[in-house]
């Protein structure tokens, strides 16, 4: 038996048919008349010696070689795709596509969009906000922001600073609850999709910070950021925020954080793009714009005693 690869015409017919299960389907996503496509299954078969497909009386299945080469089929065309999306997509020094998480895009990235749009009016922007964690190999996806403890070894990758968590609570919560430890009696926002960090950074963590090591909050708990953050902007309670997630409503007044006492993990944000891509003129803006506005507003909170989690007595 050969080890020749068939015609890519062949293979092509072949996995349209093996995908639709129908020959009639699949002609018609090629483009070609249904005894076009036969002809190219057909050749195949040859080829391999073996069908590839039975033929019933109004329908196909496959056979068993035919199963084991649409697997192998569906992968490559897959694989080829790809590489040929971002081949192209080193041709164009125009678009750009950024993915991030819907808390940062909301709270942190979308507000400050129309300063990028204006410096950069050349540039044609794509957001794509999703929980989904993208893979810069397969998905059509130039830039990604991502919060977390990755090394990323495989990509080229911009580390921001530290991130911390403080108290943030509306004015009249701050008249209301004047020292760090009066929170023991304040009602509390729980924001639960930071679970994942570790050493915790919730508020039995930063509690302990400031010496109280009995108390197990309560309160309102939420699995999404920006609602947690919303219901303190309402006034449902004291939140722990992400310095990045607050800043927004910090600037704007509807939040403050009066404590100067914040806990620190070593997550942090990343940008993250494919190795080589950073030198693309879109890539290269948008990354050097998203670095300078990290550091405009890093003078907000002046002086604050940072408290590494690592440091914080366990429970």
Known sequence: MPDR???????????????HMSFAKA??????????????????????????FHRLNRAVELTEAGKTLAHG????????????????????NTTLTVAAGPALTAKWLAPRLYDFAKAHPEIN????????LVDLHRDDIDVAIRFGYGSYADLYAVHARKEWLTPAMTPTFAKQFLT????????LVINEHDSFLDPPCDWPAWFRAIGITDFEPSGMRFSNVEHSIDAACAGVG???????LLIKDVLEGRLVTPFKVAI??????????LPGAERRPQVAAFRDWYLAEIEKT??????????????IPPA
């Open 180 to 187: 760090p430890e009066s929170l023991v009696d304040a009602p």
């Open 238 to 244: 004291i939140l722990l925020g992400r310095r990045p």
């Open 27 to 52: 002609a018609e996503e090629l483009n070609v008349t249904p005894a076009a496509l036969s002809f190219q299954i057909k050749s195949l078969e040859a080829h391999l010696g073996q069908p590839v």
């Open 264 to 273: 620190e993990t070593e997550a942090r944000f990343s940008f993250l793009c």
């Open 298 to 311: 890093a003078h907000i909170w002046g002086e604050i005693e940072l408290i590494p989690v690592e440091d």
């Open 125 to 132: 922007l794509r957001i794509s906000t999703s929980l989904h």
């Open 73 to 92: 089929t569906a992968d490559g065309f897959a694989a080829l795709q790809t590489a040929w999306q971002a081949t192209r997509r080193l041709q164009d």
């Open 5 to 19: 690869l068939p015609p890519l015409t062949a293979l092509r017919a072949f996995d349209a048919a093996a995908r």
